[in-house]
């Protein structure tokens, strides 16, 4: 037991219980790096992939909203690849049987990364009917040694966003957590630092 001098008293609770507010936002990144390890990639694994240039035939559904990405495979360490020269990727999506452009496209604005691979996506699109259709894409096959493909979801931009707002609303989640933690600690030992002072007592 720890001797304390005459006329003192031990503040309650004990100072390092602050170091409970770091857990849960160590929960909350552990859960906000699940979300993305197990989301992100099975995302990635339903997507349609091809090499570009190149073009192939998809049955797709009115149902549906279509994203094409364009992933740059790099042997780079660094996650901080440049992103601009994906804008050299041009695709077109027509219906198969040669009723013209059926599709009503959107500019894309998703992102993720996989192991070394950064997809960026450069097209949303719907089809105005169920069917078969032609998706061409055209570019370089190799920017700065890195190579280029494609890969076509249906609904994976949505599930990106969605795997994202999962991680976002776990980590603010644990950093209010962690913010009521500390601010309980601190009334409680300011509570009782006026306690014991009240009592004529010196507070340790």
Not at 84 to 101: R, S, Y
Not at 151 to 158: F, H, L, Q, R
Request: charged share 20%; glycine share 10%.
């Amino acid at each position: 037991m720890t001797n304390m001098p005459v006329g003192t008293e031990q503040v309650r609770p004990d100072a390092w219980y602050y170091l409970l507010s770091l857990l849960p936002l160590a929960l909350a990144i552990g859960l906000a790096l699940y979300f993305l390890h197990t989301g992100v990639p099975q995302i990635r694994e339903n997507m349609v992939r091809m090499d570009v240039p190149g073009e192939l035939n998809l049955d797709l559904s009115n149902r549906e909203t279509y994203t094409i990405f364009v992933e740059r495979a790099t042997s780079r360490a660094s996650k901080n690849v440049d992103l601009q020269p994906l804008a050299q990727i041009h695709c077109d999506v027509h219906n198969a049987v040669g009723e013209g452009n059926q599709t009503n496209p959107r500019l894309g604005t998703a992102m993720y990364t996989y192991g070394m691979n950064v997809g960026v996506s450069i097209l949303d699109f719907e089809v105005n009917k169920n069917g078969t259709y032609n998706v061409a894409c055209q570019g370089p096959s190799e920017i700065s040694g890195d190579k280029i493909q494609v890969a076509i979801g249906g609904g994976s931009a949505k599930a990106l966003t969605a795997v994202t707002s999962r991680c976002i609303v776990s980590l603010i989640g644990g950093i209010v957590i962690g913010i009521l933690i500390l601010i309980r600690v601190f009334m409680l030992r300011q509570e009782s630092i006026r306690d014991i002072r009240d009592r004529g007592l010196r507070p340790m």
